[in-house]
């Protein structure tokens, strides 16, 4: 009898484990096989980025990433500009954290503390702020892979063949691909996110 | 010649904005993609976007396929896309001289405002510009037609060459 109530348990928590995580901390937020697929080019020294990330983007998860609608992937891409010199590196220790799937804290806090890094250099010193210290030594190790720099200039180039050449740059690519104007008012992203079948 | 190329780059202006084509087939794209452009101006309020997102296209196909055939409303749809031309690139200097990094929308979007954008629409409303002139000043000089105003005691005109030996 036991055997069969824990059993019967486990039969219960499948559905739990099959749906797995709504909100993930790596690049993709939500599921991979949502039925609609956002992708954002994104610079960490954007002020515009930093305004979608904080003010569009916990829209999103809430209403359309946590319901299973809406996968949203990111991308780095940061712009080459005399205004941006530590962007690049932002990315990149963005990129190393991604792989000990904790992108998401190191961009909010790269995006939370902009104004102050762009001005101070001191990228590193705001990314550890939210790293145990086992995770910082990870990160400084993953910094030293020539495939961490490698990766945010596969962005990079994924970005150039979509004829990204300003940031934010976000496209819907499921179910079809298409290229949204930026600025926008989240009231038309959330109706053109409605009518998506 | 003018009049079908200026048609043509309406009627392809009107196609970025209302289809893709993609895996072979053509998609009718959202109007909210451009209803975003032109948000993005922050001139109108919301019901006005959405209502022109839904219908400017449309118009402008329209526009782009009288003057490709030439046929019907010739005047009517070159003084219409002069008018919207003025339009659009008023909106444009605006945009740009007050530094909105914004899309044009013009073809769709992903094209950021530059001034390459003002040289182009610029050169289009010339086109236009002419093109609508040259259509209107036909009209003026076509010949009126004949009527049967003549009096009716008018002698009949004298037949042409020798009447005979």
Same mark, same amino acid.
């Given at each position: 009898? +036991?055997?069969?109530?824990?059993?019967?348990?486990?039969?219960?928590?499948?559905?739990?484990?099959?749906?797995?995580?709504?909100?993930?901390?790596? $690049?993709?937020?939500?599921?991979? +096989?949502?039925?609609? @697929?956002?992708?954002?080019?994104?610079?960490?020294?954007?002020?515009?980025? $930093?305004?979608? *990330?904080?003010?569009?983007?916990?829209?999103?998860?809430?209403?359309?990433?946590?319901?299973?609608?809406?996968?949203?992937?990111? *991308? =780095?891409?940061?712009?080459?500009?005399?205004? *941006?010199?530590?962007?690049?590196?932002?990315? +990149?220790?963005?990129?190393?954290?991604?792989?000990?799937?904790?992108?998401?804290?190191?961009?909010?806090?790269?995006?939370?503390?902009?104004?102050?890094?762009?001005?101070?250099?001191? @990228?590193?010193?705001?990314?550890?702020?939210?790293?145990?210290? =086992?995770?910082?030594?990870?990160?400084?190790?993953?910094?030293?892979?020539?495939?961490?720099?490698?990766?945010?200039?596969?962005?990079?180039?994924?970005?150039?063949?979509?004829?990204?050449?300003?940031?934010?740059?976000?496209?819907?690519? !499921?179910?079809? *691909?298409?290229?949204?104007?930026?600025?926008?008012?989240? =009231?038309?992203?959330?109706?053109?996110?409605?009518?998506?079948? | 010649?003018?009049?079908?190329?200026?048609?043509?780059?309406?009627?392809?202006?009107?196609?970025? $904005?209302?289809?893709?084509?993609?895996?072979? !087939?053509?998609?009718?794209?959202?109007?909210?993609?451009?209803?975003?452009?032109?948000?993005?101006?922050?001139?109108?309020?919301?019901?006005?976007?959405?209502?022109?997102?839904?219908?400017?296209?449309?118009?402008?196909?329209?526009?782009?396929?009288?003057?490709?055939?030439?046929?019907?409303?010739?005047?009517?749809?070159?003084?219409?896309?002069?008018?919207?031309?003025?339009?659009?690139?008023?909106?444009?200097?605006?945009?740009?001289?007050?530094?909105? =990094?914004?899309?044009?929308?013009?073809?769709?979007?992903?094209?950021?405002?530059?001034? $390459?954008?003002?040289?182009?629409?610029?050169?289009?409303?010339?086109?236009?510009?002419?093109?609508?002139?040259?259509?209107?000043?036909?009209?003026?000089?076509?010949?009126?037609?004949?009527?049967?105003?003549?009096?009716?005691?008018?002698?009949?005109?004298?037949?042409?060459?020798?009447?005979?030996?």
């Amino acid at each position: 009898m +036991n055997m069969k109530v824990m059993l019967l348990a486990l039969c219960g928590l499948f559905p739990c484990l099959a749906a797995g995580p709504a909100v993930d901390t790596g $690049k993709v937020l939500g599921r991979p +096989n949502a039925p609609i @697929v956002l992708e954002v080019y994104s610079d960490f020294e954007c002020p515009a980025c $930093k305004m979608f *990330h904080e003010e569009m983007l916990p829209r999103l998860i809430r209403e359309y990433v946590q319901t299973g609608r809406l996968a949203v992937i990111s *991308h =780095e891409f940061p712009l080459n500009i005399p205004a *941006h010199k530590y962007s690049r590196e932002a990315a +990149n220790y963005a990129t190393a954290a991604a792989r000990l799937q904790i992108y998401q804290p190191v961009a909010d806090v790269l995006f939370k503390n902009q104004t102050s890094w762009e001005q101070t250099g001191k @990228v590193w010193e705001t990314v550890a702020t939210v790293l145990s210290p =086992e995770q910082q030594k990870k990160v400084q190790a993953l910094m030293k892979d020539p495939s961490v720099a490698a990766e945010v200039q596969q962005d990079i180039d994924a970005g150039a063949r979509e004829r990204v050449n300003s940031t934010p740059s976000l496209f819907i690519t !499921r179910p079809q *691909h298409m290229a949204l104007p930026w600025p926008m008012r989240y =009231e038309l992203l959330q109706s053109l996110l409605n009518g998506l079948k | 010649m003018l009049r079908i190329a200026l048609g043509a780059v309406f009627a392809y202006a009107a196609y970025t $904005k209302l289809f893709q084509f993609a895996g072979g !087939r053509l998609h009718l794209l959202p109007w909210q993609l451009f209803a975003m452009a032109i948000d993005s101006y922050q001139l109108l309020p919301a019901w006005a976007v959405e209502a022109l997102a839904k219908t400017l296209p449309w118009f402008e196909l329209l526009l782009g396929i009288l003057l490709i055939a030439g046929r019907w409303l010739v005047r009517p749809a070159a003084t219409a896309v002069s008018a919207l031309l003025v339009v659009f690139l008023t909106l444009i200097v605006r945009a740009y001289l007050k530094g909105q =990094e914004i899309s044009c929308g013009c073809f769709g979007p992903g094209e950021a405002i530059s001034w $390459k954008t003002l040289l182009r629409d610029g050169s289009m409303l010339a086109a236009s510009l002419f093109v609508t002139a040259m259509a209107w000043i036909s009209r003026r000089r076509s010949p009126q037609p004949m009527t049967a105003s003549l009096p009716t005691n008018t002698l009949p005109p004298e037949p042409a060459g020798p009447v005979g030996d």
